[in-house]
């Protein structure tokens, strides 16, 4: 009967955290969890409070800072068009303020350049500076710093 309630107590701070995504609630969710091994297992209710109470002291302590100190910092790899900026890629079809093609990581991406009085003429190389929707926005190579 206590592994129940404790099994209880872990659903409600788990809907607790879904609700409110503090990361608190699960950690203590999952000190609740603990507690209903140990009296899964047998254990006294003050070996049963105890268990939750370290378990959620740790989680609290120890587990919930490195997990907010993780979510803080961007990812450190580029997904998708994202991990296309900054490359190079080589002109196909001369590209201007409005059009253009360039080949890029082996695709041909319609292009446009950054600076609307450029026009970068086919074969030249260029660093790719954004991409807005299915369009590379392009930058001469030999024109930076």
Same mark, same amino acid.
């Given at each position: 009967?206590?592994? *129940? &309630?404790?099994?209880?107590?872990?659903?409600?701070?788990?809907?607790?955290?879904?609700?409110?995504? !503090?990361? @608190?609630?699960? /950690?203590?969710?999952?000190?609740?969890? $603990?507690? %209903? =091994?140990? %009296?899964? /297992?047998?254990? @006294?209710?003050?070996?049963? /409070?105890?268990?939750?109470? *370290?378990?959620?002291?740790?989680?609290?302590?120890?587990?919930?800072? *490195?997990? #907010?100190?993780?979510?803080?910092?961007?990812?450190?790899?580029?997904?998708?068009?994202?991990?296309? $900026?900054?490359?190079?890629? $080589?002109?196909?079809?001369? =590209?201007?303020?409005?059009?253009?093609? *360039?080949?890029? @990581?082996?695709?041909?991406?319609?292009? #446009? !350049?950054?600076?609307?009085?450029?026009? &970068?003429?086919?074969? @030249? =190389?260029?660093?790719?500076?954004?991409?807005?929707? %299915?369009?590379?926005? $392009?930058?001469?190579?030999? /024109?930076?710093?």
């Amino acid at each position: 009967m206590p592994a *129940i &309630i404790w099994l209880l107590v872990a659903a409600a701070l788990g809907a607790a955290e879904f609700l409110t995504l !503090t990361l @608190a609630f699960g /950690l203590l969710a999952g000190a609740a969890l $603990v507690a %209903a =091994v140990v %009296a899964g /297992l047998g254990g @006294a209710w003050v070996l049963q /409070l105890a268990a939750f109470a *370290i378990a959620g002291a740790a989680g609290l302590l120890i587990v919930r800072p *490195i997990a #907010r100190q993780h979510m803080s910092h961007p990812p450190l790899t580029s997904e998708g068009s994202d991990a296309l $900026v900054g490359r190079r890629a $080589v002109v196909i079809e001369d =590209v201007t303020a409005d059009s253009g093609l *360039i080949k890029l @990581a082996g695709e041909t991406w319609s292009a #446009r !350049t950054l600076d609307e009085d450029h026009v &970068i003429p086919s074969g @030249a =190389v260029v660093d790719v500076m954004e991409i807005e929707g %299915a369009t590379a926005i $392009v930058y001469p190579r030999e /024109l930076l710093p």
